[in-house]
């Protein structure tokens, strides 16, 4: 009888003391069996009902409760339901931003947290059925969300005499950053309200929003449709938003937008309120022509238009409004006399006479 090949015993040995799985040998089977004895089996029984995943609701109800979330939203937004009873304003709005900081991506998710019993008992509010928050949400119009930022721009300087001195006085002394941004949030079915087809072609809203950076606080929003523009309505949220900032933060405050704010309401408004702002904005293309000109004729004669940098602002006296006028209108190789121009109505361009 042929015997196999196999390793040896001090061969076997080495094996079993690095224990590597893709290693040569022989093992006993009461040897491979010892060696899940120490590890714990899993039981499926009844779920104890004093656990919950939501632990952390624990430590939001004491905020909520310490600085008095739910008294401020309900003075400032007001009564939403004719009789006074039941679910108010203010406990509305601590169940939604609970749910969104569970990871509740949508009313339903109120359902989901309710069977926690654990979690009704830690949590800052009563649980709120999903049909209910969506009726008492139809009741929130301009005046209720003008109470939402006026009782948070409250909160926020209450809150800002119980920090630790130390955070506090970063806070005192550091600049305010008003960060202004929007994004879509893509929605399903045809009987949405207030969303519209973006430039994408996609069915959604969007949320504009005015945040406090340092804080990392939205002190102003809004819920815009798909296909809102958000430059008419920037200045305003740059007002609110200032107003929100404590009395106690010294700071030059600063704004901070990106392409889609370039306009000229949103910089004199930054201006007028004395901020320093930054506003994303592509360089224009009809500067690139006379910078390309100029370097192909002489690398030390200085291009005509700098690279994103802003034309000079005129302000005309009939209209009182205040316009840009490029800087390299006329450049010595195209003399502006020498260009055409086109009329409001469409008409085929005309040349200006010598």
Not at 88 to 112: M, P
Request: with cysteine; aromatic share 4%.
């Amino acid at each position: 009888m042929r015997r196999r090949k196999c390793l040896s015993r001090k061969d076997d040995r080495g094996v079993r003391s690095h224990r590597s799985s893709h290693g040569r040998g022989t093992f006993w089977v009461a040897r491979l069996r010892s060696r899940n004895r120490g590890r714990k089996r899993v039981r499926f029984g009844k779920p104890d009902v004093s656990l919950t995943r939501s632990a952390g609701v624990a430590a939001l109800a004491e905020l909520v409760v310490w600085l008095g979330v739910v008294d401020a939203l309900d003075e400032d937004v007001g009564a939403i339901k004719q009789r006074d009873r039941g679910i108010t304003a203010g406990q509305l709005l601590v169940a939604l931003a609970q749910c969104q900081l569970l990871g509740g991506h949508g009313l339903v998710a109120l359902d989901h947290q309710r069977p926690d019993a654990a979690w009704q008992l830690l949590s800052a509010g009563p649980g709120v059925p999903s049909t209910t928050a969506a009726s008492l949400a139809k009741r929130f119009g301009p005046q209720q969300l003008a109470g939402v930022e006026s009782a948070t721009a409250r909160l926020l300087a209450s809150a800002l005499p119980m920090m630790p001195p130390a955070k506090r006085a970063a806070f005192r002394m550091a600049d305010p950053t008003i960060d202004m941004d929007s994004t879509d949030v893509e929605v399903y079915g045809p009987g949405k309200q207030g969303v519209a087809f973006n430039y994408n072609g996609q069915r959604a809203g969007r949320p504009h929003l005015a945040t406090w950076a340092e804080a990392g606080i939205a002190v102003a929003a809004e819920l815009l449709a798909g296909n809102d523009d958000v430059r008419p309505r920037a200045a305003d949220m740059l007002g609110r938003a200032l107003a929100a900032i404590p009395a106690e933060v010294t700071g030059r405050p600063r704004v901070r937008a990106d392409a889609g704010y370039f306009t000229a309401d949103l910089a004199h408004a930054a201006d007028q309120a004395g901020c320093d702002y930054a506003i994303a904005a592509s360089a224009a293309p009809r500067c690139g022509v006379p910078m390309a000109r100029s370097a192909s004729t002489s690398e030390s004669t200085p291009p005509t238009c700098p690279a994103r940098r802003s034309p000079p602002a005129t302000t005309s006296p009939r209209a009182g409004r205040t316009t840009r006028t490029p800087s390299c209108a006329g450049s010595a190789s195209t003399p502006a006399t020498a260009r055409s121009t086109r009329a409001r109505g469409g008409g085929a361009p005309s040349r200006p006479s010598s």
